[in-house]
């Protein structure tokens, strides 16, 4: 990324757009405007696993990134209720 480019912030998906995708209910969220190019190239290109890499890895990359999120957010619930690991 060049100096003075800001990040792009990814624009969410609309409720309209999943639908139309035929998005399942299961998988619309954060991360469901990449997976709506995903699907499209998947069935572009008869889901052979080399030809969306770019897309799939993106996909992920938004998966790991909000179950990140998801932990970090447990984390501080828990410290917040005082309490210790129960496991």
């Known amino acids: 990324m060049?100096?003075?480019d800001q990040a792009e912030i990814p624009r969410k998906a609309t409720r309209e757009e999943m639908s139309?995708?035929?998005v399942p209910l299961?998988?619309?969220?954060?991360c469901a405007h990449?997976?709506?190019?995903?699907?499209?190239?998947?069935y572009e290109t008869y889901y052979l696993p080399w030809k969306c890499e770019d897309e799939r890895h993106?996909?992920?990359?938004?998966?790991?990134?909000e179950f990140k999120k998801r932990l970090a957010k447990m984390e501080e619930?828990?410290?917040?209720k005082?309490?210790?690991r129960s496991n």
Do not use: F, H, M, T
Not at 26 to 30: G, P, T, V
Not at 58 to 65: D, I, M, P
Not at 77 to 80: K, S
């Open 26 to 30: 299961a998988y619309r969220d954060s």
């Open 2 to 4: 060049a100096s003075g």
């Open 82 to 84: 005082g309490g210790a």
């Open 34 to 42: 990449l997976l709506i190019p995903l699907n499209r190239c998947r």
């Open 58 to 65: 993106s996909y992920e990359k938004c998966q790991y990134v």
């Open 20 to 22: 139309e995708a035929r």
């Open 77 to 80: 619930l828990r410290e917040a």
